[in-house]
């Protein structure tokens, strides 16, 4: 069965977005892109929320077509086009990249959807996360600590989350000073 993989990146003081949206603070340099091409090249789909999706759309698709994009940068364009995604959102009417928009939430049919074949789901966006954290849905955690402390922003975890126990199953330390922090919930499936 494939596992919801809570993907994110946050700082210090536990903010995965700065006010309006901000992720400048970011330091994803050629060795932590290249790992996240690695690990989501993989991906049988990306679970967004709209703001995640606008976001990523916005820049994504034609990003590769910058004569001045990195080898990185150029792969991780292309993988992000060709994966399926879903996008969570009341209000958008329609998307372009492979996208299918969902209005909310469901429980069973978020399963259904894990029990098809492909590789896992990578979730993103901290109010599509706490949806699926109030309902247990996430199966692992893979936080990126940037060394960053911003004061203000978009909460990575929201309250409301359900209670769980995890396990530590992964950590590593990235040349620009990111840390993984990579758990699975106890008794969660293995890779």
Do not use: C
Request: glycine share 8%; net charge negative; aromatic share 8%.
């Amino acid at each position: 069965m494939r596992k919801i993989v809570l993907t994110s990146s946050m700082s210090l003081d536990g903010y995965m977005e700065g006010p309006d949206h901000d992720i400048s603070w970011h330091r994803v340099d050629d060795e932590l892109h290249q790992h996240f091409n690695d690990i989501l090249r993989d991906t049988g789909v990306f679970l967004q929320g709209r703001v995640t999706y606008e976001l990523m759309a916005d820049f994504w698709p034609t990003a590769d077509q910058d004569p001045d994009a990195s080898a990185t940068v150029a792969e991780f364009a292309a993988i992000w086009r060709e994966k399926p995604k879903i996008v969570y959102s009341r209000t958008l009417e329609r998307a372009d990249w492979n996208t299918t928009v969902v209005r909310d939430v469901v429980p069973a049919e978020v399963r259904a959807l894990k029990e098809q074949p492909g590789g896992d789901l990578a979730l993103g966006g901290a109010r599509l996360s706490a949806a699926f954290l109030r309902h247990a849905l996430v199966d692992e955690f893979r936080t990126y600590v940037h060394p960053v402390l911003l004061g203000a922003g978009t909460p990575l975890f929201l309250p409301g989350s359900a209670p769980a126990d995890l396990r530590l199953v992964e950590s590593r330390t990235f040349g620009n000073g990111v840390v993984l922090l990579r758990y699975q919930r106890a008794g969660a499936l293995r890779p």
